[in-house]
């Protein structure tokens, strides 16, 4: 693990860019898990998959100079892009954490809440996850999730054949990969063999207009990622093209909305 190749898509600065948007596109809806998680001053966090730290930073104000977070990650880049911004901020309560979340070996009984988002999605195997941070967790601590539930779920208003066989192509990637995309189906499950209670699950879905965030948090995400379902095989190279044609047209007349990949929140609770 720590290799750059793992993340789906690289880790360099494009990647970072499109990141913090995406990070800022959905910022409102991960301070009211935080919220939900009772997450605060002094408590020690895991952020677990935090890529270049967007989420990091935002839990390290929340819980103050009193409190800890740890910044778990497969990528050498990207800890080490928390680690700059650490420094030139003199931020002392944030650490980081090289490694994958099914290797988590941390002291038992040592966190207080750990977030997660848009990380288990991609694992072979994410069913060790909620047993290592089970481990973890204090008494009463909180693992707080936000992933994919429906991701194929998503679609055009109104609809366009050129984006669904864009999506197909995408899932068809996804499964290639060995991962469960909607691993929302998997969790409740896994967590419950780890010992941990579900105490919140509820769906995420989001409709907005050609321009919104909605639609520009995806339309990054397919611009960059649909050349690799070409170069895969699960999408021609004429169906990419007609899409981004397609994508274009609509971001211009401004005339179409975009559904979501439905999403869940998940909080689970050690006993």
Known sequence: MGEERDYILGTDSAEIRRLRFQHEAWLAYAQACWRRAGIGAGDIVLDLGCGPGYTTFDLAALVTGSGRVIARDISHRFL??????CAEQDVRHVE?????AEDLALPAGSLDAAYSRWMLCWLVDPQPVPKRVAH???PGGVFAIQDYLDWGAMSLLPNDDTFDRAIAGCMRSFAATGAEIDVGRLLPTFAR???LE???LKPIVRIGAAGSDEWRWLGAFLSDYLPKVVREGHLTAADHERF?????DRTDAGETYIHTPTMFELLLRKP
């Open 96 to 100: 980081t954490s090289l490694g994958s």
């Open 244 to 248: 981004t044609q397609m994508w274009r």
């Open 198 to 200: 579900v105490i919140h």
């Open 193 to 195: 063999r780890a010992g």
């Open 136 to 138: 973890a967790l204090k």
């Open 80 to 85: 080490h892009a928390i680690e700059t911004r």
